[in-house]
């Protein structure tokens, strides 16, 4: 298995990932995605920043970047246990149909301690979630301290398939970019990292999967008929995104778009951008809420 | 990573663990308890049913189990969500601290796909929870259909720290056994599996374990000074877990005696238990709920 423990003694183990897996230049800045430049401009295949020999070597650097990760992690929970921090991560995962939002909640998030993880996955909201504000379920989403808090769709889907199939009146989805701001400079304020991905597919990727999908057995139950009229309104969703990533773009809840018709570099960069954050956050281990020479002495005794 | 996905073209892929690493005979005969045994006359150290040499494979032997593991749990996920089952699984940890309750929780579930899992641990009770029955909590913890649910503890604390401190009158922890049980069956009957699982270990591996918390800055936060006023009463405990399995040994919900003393053996032995029971269920992909060639044509004309 790939999850690391760590020792006081051997403190330069696992935190670091081998520089062979680590990206030409950081990913917090060349998938920053910059208003105005439209994501669907950048190509879907396009692999930025990574080091390897292309797909023949992805699984084999991305496994290189899980003992880092887990370390990060166990470090983030540590810090709240012991009270010496209440800082927590929260991924935003968006994308068309077969984008990969499963595909990366199963493959980057499956590198760390489930302990420390917080999935939810935002489906068509129910009766009593619409009648609440449409960030009401979005607040009790949220990852508690020292969690990484994985959105699979997410409070975007209000002003996606909310603006696309008019559920709400313009008036409303309108106002809701700037209420998206607001709450995410709220969240950000709270002690929670924001990481926004947009995974980034082409037109004709898409019918690709979707057609595997249709083509064998084992995989009929992730397709829905419902996915064609979606993908049938793609031009009105790539505006959507369009004005989602261009109105929702701020430095403390920044969007990343993930090309994303390669599956081996989109789990790649997601572990990537997900490590730099956390060593940009940097939790340490608490100190000790205890004198640990009496407590030597009183287990000694037991 | 371990994380493997079938494809109907290659049926035998992952469903079947090497034999290498399955075990000698199966473990759910292997390590289920026969009520009036006494946990406590068995060995801490043994490693009944373990193919391999020891420590030094263990690591090999345990990942290897990773793959099939994986499959069935996307097997129940995808049956529950294409409505062709609505079956779950449900392990139960239950153990002295330090057993490995969260080891078990961090390196044989992180095996499996994150989407699938739903983790609960339960601490203290909370004031709300104290003010209800004490299951009511645990009913809110149950997986839904199609999930693999662990208890990192559960409604076992309820007739061990319950009784041991005595947190209710006698008549009132002594009821509870008949009422576990009767419990257990009406899940078992909805269609969730149980695994109980405790995790053995000696008194003298339990002071071992505290002493190197006690000896690394980045195991502080797991102690706690409270651990040395519970390991105080180990006697008492042990006759609470005696009790508790020797009247919750049903068949619908048998326990299990894993000996913890050896972590290594620990991991494989649940995982390889979990594997049994997921064999014995044996979800199958759901059928596909609409025409196929259908969808393929509405596709290619997207």
């Known amino acids: ?140 989403g949220l990852p508690g301290p020292g969690l990484i808090g994985v959105f699979d769709r997410s409070h975007y889907e209000d002003v996606l398939v909310g603006r696309v199939d008019e559920l709400v ?29 947009y995974l980034h597919i082409s037109r004709d990727e898409q019918r690709d999967r979707l057609l595997a999908r249709l083509d064998d057995p084992a995989k009929y139950w992730k397709y829905s008929p419902g996915d064609v009229d979606v993908r049938l309104k793609w031009d009105a969703y790539a505006t959507a995104y369009q004005a989602a990533l261009d109105l929702c773009s701020t430095d403390v809840a920044p969007w990343y778009v993930i090309p994303a018709n390669r599956k081996w570099y989109r789990n790649w960069a997601v572990a990537t951008l997900l490590l730099e954050h956390l060593e940009a956050l940097d939790p340490q281990w608490p100190p000790a809420t205890f004198d640990v020479a009496e407590q030597v002495t009183r287990v000694l005794n037991s």
Request: glycine share 8%; hydrophobic share 40%; net charge positive.
């Open 169 to 197: 009146p313009q008036a409303t989805w309108e106002k809701r970019y700037a209420e998206i701001n607001r709450f995410e400079a709220e969240v950000a304020a709270a002690g929670t990292t924001i990481i926004k991905c």
């Open 1 to 140: 298995m790939p999850k690391n423990k760590s020792h006081a003694d051997a403190p330069a183990s696992a935190l670091s990932a081998p520089r062979a897996a680590r990206p030409t230049a950081p990913l917090r800045d060349l998938l920053r995605y910059t208003p105005g430049t439209s994501p669907a401009g950048l190509d879907p295949a396009a692999t930025p920043g990574y080091p390897g020999k292309g797909k023949r070597d992805a699984a084999k650097l991305t496994d290189q970047l899980a003992p880092a990760l887990s370390e990060w992690q166990e470090r983030l929970y540590a810090a709240a246990k012991g009270k010496a921090s209440q800082r927590s991560v929260l991924v935003v995962l968006q994308g068309m149909d077969t984008s990969g939002k499963g595909g990366v909640a199963r493959h980057v998030m499956g590198m760390v301690d489930p302990q420390g993880l917080r999935l939810v996955a935002f489906k068509q909201p129910t009766k009593e979630e619409l009648s609440h504000h449409f960030l009401w379920r979005i607040r009790r």
